[in-house]
């Protein structure tokens, strides 16, 4: 009677400390972290998350924690457990971890997202927060808070420029120049600076490359050619001579562009064509190893190599084109390496699906060029 007593007490004790909170954050975390696709683990992430919000306050730093590498699928449990937490907390007129949610933004180490979250109830609490904060986060490497910083720098040079203080809102368009790393942003401050008499480069201060070996046509009637292995593929051989879609004899060309922001026209470059597939081949040194970031952009399926290894594919025709639509991640090795980019076009005869194009860059993980001098080549190397 005593022992059944006893594990009486035992579970009731356990029922008691699941119904108070006392499961563990970690486990809690754990089974939101492990959704899937097609609602896998729904129902035992949405039982986990109602645990986690009861704990209030206590439990904000380890899911803004969690966010960091969260699938996206437990992001946005993630994200609604913290809003929650924040909101209840809020209404029952009881603080927040100003200091701790302080601490959370300046340590680096954390994503970007997961930074930015906490800075926005930061500033909830706090309103003085950004006056605090965003001067020192130019250089931040979340974008998501060195947009903010930035935008505070933009406003100070309008206000510069619409003064008729010319030095002053020059300095602080520069300066806005040297940290921004979204497109709009630049965009901007080129359109500023040049009023100011200074123009930017923007296709060298995104890091698109503008010099490319090409080949092609290679055959793609009926798409064969996304999946068909053709020589480029297998290891590229500037004097080599291949055979085209019609039977004829092609070599690698020399390409430059000079359209804004590296757009490579392919049916200038190769010719107007339906069916087809060209490749595009640069060489970029870098001093250093480095992660990078192989973005493009294009209308068409593309496939991307950085060194004999694919980054990115995407089988997928006239969808639109924006830049840095496509992201392929890699590491850049000390001294050269090869890009390749094969672009296929289909047969579609409709004026809308005539584009044959890409641009490609290399940056860093927010957008930043990174620092790689693009060889020269020849057909004759």
Same mark, same amino acid.
């Given at each position: 009677?005593?022992?059944?007593?006893?594990?009486?007490?035992?579970?009731?004790?356990?029922?008691?400390?699941?119904?108070?909170?006392?499961?563990?954050?970690?486990?809690?975390?754990?089974?939101?972290?492990?959704?899937?696709?097609?609602?896998?683990?729904?129902?035992?992430?949405?039982?986990?998350?109602?645990?986690?919000?009861?704990?209030?306050?206590?439990?904000?730093?380890?899911?803004?924690?969690?966010?960091?590498?969260?699938?996206?699928?437990?992001?946005?449990?993630?994200?609604?457990?913290?809003?929650?937490?924040?909101?209840?907390?809020?209404?029952?007129?009881?603080?927040?971890?100003?200091?701790?949610?302080?601490?959370?933004?300046?340590?680096?180490?954390?994503?970007?997202?997961?930074?930015?979250?906490?800075?926005?109830?930061?500033?909830?609490?706090?309103?003085?927060?950004?006056?605090?904060?965003?001067?020192?986060?130019?250089?931040?490497?979340?974008?998501?808070?060195?947009?903010?910083?930035?935008?505070?720098?933009?406003?100070?040079?309008?206000?510069?420029?619409?003064?008729?203080?010319?030095?002053?809102?020059?300095?602080?368009?520069?300066?806005?120049?040297?940290?921004?790393?979204? &497109?709009?942003?630049?965009?901007?401050?080129?359109?500023?600076?040049?009023?100011?008499?200074?123009?930017?480069?923007?296709?060298?201060?995104?890091?698109?490359?503008?010099?490319?070996?090409?080949?092609?046509?290679?055959?793609?009637?009926?798409?064969?050619?996304?999946?068909?292995?053709?020589?480029?593929?297998?290891?590229?051989?500037?004097?080599?001579?291949?055979?085209?879609?019609?039977?004829?004899?092609?070599?690698?060309?020399?390409?430059?562009?000079?359209?804004?922001?590296?757009?490579?026209?392919?049916?200038?470059?190769?010719?107007?064509?339906?069916?087809?597939?060209?490749?595009?081949?640069?060489?970029?040194?870098?001093?250093?190893?480095?992660?990078?970031?192989? &973005?493009?952009?294009?209308?068409?399926?593309?496939?991307?190599?950085?060194?004999?290894?694919?980054?990115?594919?995407?089988?997928?025709?006239?969808?639109?084109?924006?830049?840095?639509?496509?992201?392929?991640?890699?590491?850049?090795?000390?001294?050269?390496?090869?890009?390749?980019?094969?672009?296929?076009?289909?047969?579609?005869?409709?004026?809308?699906?005539?584009?044959?194009?890409?641009?490609?860059?290399?940056?860093?993980?927010?957008?930043?060029?990174?620092?790689?001098?693009?060889?020269?080549?020849?057909?004759?190397?």
């Amino acid at each position: 009677m005593v022992r059944i007593l006893s594990v009486a007490l035992c579970m009731w004790a356990f029922w008691l400390g699941q119904a108070q909170g006392g499961e563990p954050i970690d486990d809690l975390l754990a089974r939101i972290r492990a959704v899937g696709k097609e609602g896998k683990g729904n129902v035992a992430a949405a039982q986990a998350w109602q645990r986690l919000v009861q704990r209030g306050p206590d439990a904000l730093l380890p899911v803004l924690s969690a966010l960091d590498d969260a699938s996206p699928a437990a992001r946005n449990w993630l994200r609604s457990a913290v809003e929650a937490i924040g909101d209840e907390t809020l209404r029952a007129k009881k603080p927040l971890p100003e200091k701790q949610l302080e601490a959370f933004i300046q340590d680096k180490r954390h994503a970007g997202h997961s930074r930015r979250l906490a800075y926005e109830w930061l500033v909830r609490i706090d309103p003085k927060t950004p006056a605090r904060l965003l001067p020192g986060m130019l250089d931040d490497p979340g974008q998501e808070l060195r947009r903010d910083a930035v935008a505070v720098v933009l406003e100070r040079a309008k206000n510069l420029f619409d003064a008729d203080d010319k030095a002053g809102a020059k300095t602080q368009y520069q300066k806005a120049l040297a940290h921004a790393r979204d &497109r709009d942003q630049l965009k901007l401050v080129a359109g500023q600076l040049k009023k100011l008499g200074i123009d930017v480069d923007l296709t060298a201060r995104f890091g698109f490359i503008t010099r490319w070996m090409l080949v092609g046509p290679f055959d793609n009637v009926k798409g064969v050619g996304f999946q068909n292995v053709y020589p480029p593929e297998k290891g590229v051989d500037l004097a080599a001579k291949y055979t085209s879609k019609d039977g004829k004899d092609i070599r690698w060309i020399e390409h430059e562009t000079h359209e804004p922001l590296g757009m490579v026209d392919l049916n200038k470059a190769i010719g107007h064509l339906k069916g087809a597939v060209a490749y595009g081949y640069a060489v970029v040194e870098s001093k250093e190893e480095r992660p990078v970031e192989i &973005r493009a952009g294009s209308n068409n399926a593309i496939r991307i190599f950085l060194n004999g290894k694919e980054v990115f594919f995407r089988e997928e025709y006239h969808h639109g084109m924006d830049m840095d639509q496509h992201v392929g991640k890699g590491v850049l090795k000390a001294g050269k390496n090869e890009i390749l980019i094969k672009v296929c076009q289909n047969e579609q005869t409709e004026d809308w699906a005539q584009l044959w194009s890409f641009q490609l860059r290399v940056c860093d993980a927010i957008g930043g060029a990174v620092p790689v001098r693009v060889a020269t080549l020849t057909s004759k190397e």
